[in-house]
Structures are given as structure tokens and as C-alpha cells.
């Protein structure tokens, strides 16, 4: 009998203990509810795209390795590989080492890329990092625009941000799906309708050109205020961005007006700077008082 009572007490110490546990989780769940999140400094992109998980990223990132090596050697065969004593390669790669570190919040695989920055003889305006960490910059785009190194900051910053939004890999997810779309939708518009195929194929074909424009023009203006915000956590000025572009627009005169283009204006682009400047001025002033 007694041991019935026992068992009794202990099945209700079991139960309201329980009980307790479960009423502490739903109390502390509601609170974590009620509370805001905690606002992310900087700006604003959301998330990586979900088309490039379309295509595994270590391809992507191979075929990039490979393809940059194959520049380099090339480069080094026409002898316009700067050499590695260069006064303006170590610039650059200094510049990187403070950059590299505010790059890995951004992309969780950037911190097993083996990075890598080079300077190329060309008379090109022209910089990138590929998929991986691989940069690349020409002298012209040094030389013709005297870049300060805030204004390579920003250079750098943007061209990094292209990797670790991982946009070349959503390009190629887009174009698959795009190309799937397309071949559809000419076979359903030959089959139903009794059009030529090969022409609703070079239909669809433009479309999804169209679509890539666009989807460029985006990824511009997102890599502008990632590499804004890279280049502020670094300590670098980010109102350089206005500079810079104010340059690139006085050294592409007659460029082709921004609806034929894959890129932003000039105009657009230093605007939405400006709109971001105050997101990430107070990252660079903290940079600065380190």
C-alpha cells in the first residue's frame, strides 16, 4: 500500500516537473518572441540567391582556380605579370589583407579560399575576383583613374563581394533554368500552336538574355554596398565610392545609357551610395578609432 502511495507522489513529481519545464520553455520562447531581433550594422542585401544552388560551388570554384591560373600564365608568357616586388602589387595586397578578414561573415566557404591578388599590364579599366578568392587588377584601371587607396578599397571591396554572393554561380543557375524554360517553351508553343521550333527557340533565347541583363544589373548594385560596407569595417572611407564612380564617369564618356547596359549608370550608382553612406559611416568611424 505504501508503496502505491510512493509511486503515486513520484508519478506527480514527474508530472509537475515536467509541467514546470514546459511552462519555462513556452515562457522563454514567447519572450524571444516578443523581443526584437538584434539589427545587423551595415547594409541591407538579403540573402544569396537560390538559383546558384543550382550548381555545386566547389565546381565553380575549380573551374575558377583553373581558369585564373590559365591568366596568369598567359599574362606571365607576354611578360605583363607584374612582378611580385612591385611597389603597387604590394599595394594591392595590402590593401586585401585588411579587407580579407571583414569577408568571411559575409560567405562561410571564403575561409578555406585560398586567396590570391595579382597586377596585370593592360591598359584596361578593369579589376575582378573570381569564385574562391582569386583577384585580379589591371595597371589602367590604377593608372588612368590615379586610385587613391580608398578608392581601391572600394574597387576591391566590390569585386570581392561578386564571390562572395556567389553571382557568377547564380549566373550559371540562372542560365540553366532559363534555358530549361526556354527549350519548353518552345516545344509546348510547336506542339499546341504548330510554330516553327527554331523559332520560338530564338524567341525564348532573347527573353532569357533579357533576364541575365537584368539580373546583372542587380548583382552591380548589390556588390556596390557589400564592398562599401567590406571597405568601411577595413577602415577604409566609403564615401570614396562617390570619387570613384564620379572617375569611372569621366573616363567612359559615351558609354551606352543604362537600359543597354549590364551595369547601373554612374549616376545611380554614386545615388545609392550616397542613400547607404549613413549605414556604414559609424562601421568606418569605429574602424578608425581602433
Known amino acids: 500500500m505504501n508503496s502505491g502511495v510512493h509511486c503515486t ?5 514527474r508530472t509537475w516537473s515536467a509541467r514546470g519545464v514546459t511552462a519555462a520553455w513556452l515562457a522563454a520562447t514567447l519572450v524571444g518572441l516578443a523581443m526584437p531581433a538584434q539589427a545587423r550594422e551595415g547594409v541591407e542585401v ?3 540567391s537560390s538559383f546558384a544552388k543550382l550548381v555545386p560551388a566547389e565546381q565553380v570554384e575549380r573551374s575558377a582556380a583553373q581558369q585564373y591560373v590559365q591568366m596568369l600564365h598567359q599574362a606571365d608568357g607576354k611578360r605583363a605579370l607584374v612582378s611580385k616586388e612591385s611597389a603597387e602589387l604590394q599595394r594591392l595586397r595590402a590593401i586585401a589583407r585588411k579587407l580579407i578578414p571583414f569577408a568571411l561573415d559575409w560567405n562561410p566557404r571564403a575561409r578555406s579560399w585560398q586567396w590570391e591578388v595579382n597586377l596585370i599590364t593592360s591598359s584596361q579599366i578593369n579589376a575582378y575576383c573570381m569564385p574562391g578568392g582569386k583577384i585580379a587588377f589591371y595597371t589602367g584601371i590604377l593608372q588612368k583613374l590615379q586610385l587613391s587607396d580608398d578608392e581601391v578599397a572600394m574597387v576591391m571591396g566590390h569585386e570581392i563581394a561578386h564571390a562572395l554572393r556567389e553571382h557568377a554561380r547564380e549566373r550559371m543557375g540562372k542560365g540553366m533554368a532559363t534555358q530549361g524554360l526556354a527549350r519548353l517553351g518552345g516545344a509546348l508553343a510547336s506542339s499546341f500552336f504548330g510554330i ?8 525564348a533565347g532573347g527573353m532569357a538574355n533579357l533576364l541575365t541583363l537584368e539580373f546583372s544589373r542587380e548583382d552591380e548594385s548589390e556588390a556596390d554596398l557589400v564592398g562599401m560596407e567590406l571597405a568601411a569595417r577595413a577602415g577604409f572611407d566609403p564615401r570614396a565610392g562617390v570619387t570613384l564612380w564620379q572617375k ?3 573616363a567612359n564618356k559615351g558609354a551606352p545609357p543604362q537600359w543597354l547596359s ?3 549608370s554612374g549616376t545611380r550608382r554614386i545615388a545609392d551610395i550616397q542613400a547607404n553612406l549613413p549605414k556604414v559611416m559609424p562601421l568606418y568611424e569605429r574602424a578608425m578609432a581602433r
Open 9 to 13: 507522489q513520484d508519478h506527480r513529481a
Open 46 to 48: 538579403g540573402a544569396n
Open 196 to 203: 516553327d521550333p527554331r523559332i520560338t527557340d530564338v524567341a
Open 248 to 250: 569611372m564617369g569621366a
Open 262 to 264: 549590364t551595369h547601373p
